[in-house]
């Protein structure tokens, strides 16, 4: 009979590469805790040991929640004040009592914990007070935190500098909180390569394979694992060869690394002299010396919806000035670009009171924003105080109808016309779009009249052109952005932007792939912006094209009927080059 403690045999197991890199560590499986409809345990024992079980649980999420206020009262006062609510919502006597009388009648704590904290989210949902409405989130995730400590004993389960994390999906939350305890890499279960997650692994150069499936039943809580992050493999429990194969690859990975720090800071040219612009995407403050290092030339994308992550709240003006302020101090001189708030969809979780059946269909984006407008008037008023002390940029993001564009700007002209009459006058900050939809692109042409600029987000215009999920494994592997339909949209938004004399740019991830660069730079676009570890290469790769040639494989490329034949024109053009080069 086999030993089922015994290590399993060395195994693969394939998924997407989402982020290159190669990781080893422990496996450290995460389940989501608790879900709508999931089956509650029943009780353990008898009422007083579960009503022992219920105080225990309460008391170790409590002294978590007093651990970490601590270190938030120096940082975020709204990160503070959000911890006191949830050290009130865990403390709460009434809650309480209600938890230990339905134990009383014989119910597991878990079952007692969902039954009352879903009774109070349902009297929230019901209050006309907006403030109440709001508390939900809290609730909800200090029903997670009693949830995971009655199951494992803590309110998270642990991660540290050894994990990897294998899960379902992981969210930007838990990423940036992963990132500061030294995660070293992801396996998820479902998920795209353009999905949220995948994109932040990416930008923090962590190590991702997802899409893999059953990877949460195959791998086994403190299993060795390497994770190949560009092959789109996962080695369990490897045999010493493998181990010391890895290692190597890892070893040359961090030596090409550091090369890629030493480089020269000056403008990139094609070799015919076209001036392209290489930028770097960012989620928080901490990325911005590495993109620096790595030779970015500006900050193309500021995610600024990404400042949410740790505080799962909006922030006060205030508080944004010190984010933004402290991404203009790392930045230095270089010019920034901060996007408004992009909610919805995959992205961060703000307390929504709403279920959406179809979120990429539904408030996202200027969507969210213009349903609460006070938002987007904070955070332009915020952006205007930091503008005061250095020059910034600010685009608005998915917006796709002339509506939207319009009530937009308005509400900008408002925030300005405000900031004149506290300060007297009023700094400049361009105002631009990301081009994001089939409508914005086709539309590109009357919008460009209004803005000072152009993003290509070809994250999402891969998504709603092709009606690709970026987030659904089951369809992650036919997302192609340079699907001909893609590029099409993609040149007549560059048409658009130079008629009207304004620059266009693309921040999609496609900017970031070896493969796609060569037809950007044929469409006409004036700069990319890309995760900081793509830099090295797409600067070197500029370096070596020549524009004129692109533009005749860009028209090519737009005239095929399929994104396998647009791969086989960029192979060929590659090749030709290379021989060009070598002759
Ligand atoms: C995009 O859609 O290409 C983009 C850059 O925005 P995000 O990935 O944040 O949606
Ligand atoms: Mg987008």
Known sequence: MTDPKAPSSEHLLRGLPASAGIAIGRAVIVHPLWWEGAPVPPPRG????????????????????????????????????????????????????????????????????????????????????????????????????????????????????????????????????????????????????????????????????????????????????IIDGSAGVVICNPGASTLEHYQRQQDDERQQRLLQEDVDHTPIHSLDGVRITIEANIDVPEQVPVALRLGAEGLGLVRSEMMIASINEIPSIDEQVRWYGQICQNAGELPITIRAFDFGGDKIDVGQTYVEDNPALGLRGIRFLLSQPDILRDQFTALLMVARERPIRCMLPMITTQQELDRALEIIAACRAAHTEAHGDCPDVPIGIMIETPAAALSAESFASQVDFFSIGTNDLTQYTLAIDRTNDLVAGISDGLHPSVLKLISMTVSAARSAGIPVTVCGEMAGQSAAIDVLVGLGVSGVSVSSFALHDVRRRVRELDAESCQRLADISIRSRTAAEVRSHIDAFRSSSTKGASS
């Open 46 to 225: 008898d009422v007083d040991s579960e009503t022992e079980r219920f105080r225990h649980a309460q008391q170790v999420v409590a002294e978590e929640l007093d651990n970490i206020a601590e270190r938030a009262r120096r940082e975020s006062p709204t990160l503070s004040s959000i911890l006191e609510a949830h050290q009130m919502i865990v403390t709460d006597p009434v809650l309480s009592a209600d938890i230990i009388d339905r134990i009383s009648s014989g119910v597991s704590s878990e079952a007692a914990v969902v039954h009352e904290f879903e009774r109070q989210r349902r009297t929230l949902l019901a209050s006309t007070n907006s403030m109440f409405r709001d508390r939900v989130s809290d609730l909800d995730h200090m029903k997670e935190q009693m949830l995971s400590a009655l199951r494992t004993g803590v309110p998270q389960v642990r991660r540290d500098g050894e994990s990897i994390v294998v899960a379902d999906t992981v969210s930007p939350h838990d990423m940036l909180a992963d990132r500061q305890l030294g995660v070293r890499g992801y396996v998820m279960q479902s998920g795209g390569i353009d999905a949220h997650s995948s994109i932040i692994a990416r930008d923090f150069g962590v190590p991702a394979v997802v899409s893999v499936a059953h990877s949460m039943t195959r791998i086994h809580d403190g299993d060795l694992l």
